[in-house]
């Protein structure tokens, strides 16, 4: 198992930066690719980005191309999302999710561990 905690969520206006961290705990991180998913009230949650375990690869929503950047660091079991350029739509929760096979998946129901999720608000 893994036991994953984001943070770095705030408040920022349109047009800032913003990055959320993941940390990770447990098993080795290294294995697990790691995804971003957002839920907005009153929607569902939708896959936003992703990483494979190496780093090699990433993938996006096409809604974050340009504008949002995953990354992780194996050695300090941590994923991260950079958020550039950010709009009113991208208000959410951000979860970040683990699941360890080695290609991603944008279905929330192939990740089988979350996070708690991290408020990421952008005023206008």
């Known amino acids: 198992q893994v036991q994953l905690d984001e943070s770095g969520g705030g408040l920022v206006q349109a047009g800032g930066s913003l990055r959320v961290s993941c940390a990770a705990s447990g098993r080795t991180f290294s294995i697990y690719t790691m995804a971003w998913f957002r839920e907005a009230p009153g929607k569902e949650r939708v896959f936003v980005a992703a990483i494979t375990p190496s780093g090699g690869s990433t993938y996006y929503t096409d809604s974050v191309k340009g504008r949002f950047t995953i990354s992780r660091d194996n050695a300090k079991n941590t994923a991260y999302l950079q958020m550039n350029s950010l709009k009113p739509e991208d208000t959410a929760v951000y979860y970040c999710?683990?699941?360890?096979?080695?290609?991603?998946?944008?279905?929330?129901?192939?990740?089988?561990?979350w996070g708690q999720g991290t408020q990421v608000t952008v005023s206008s």
């Open positions: 999710a683990a699941r360890s096979k080695v290609w991603y998946s944008v279905n929330r129901y192939d990740y089988a561990y």
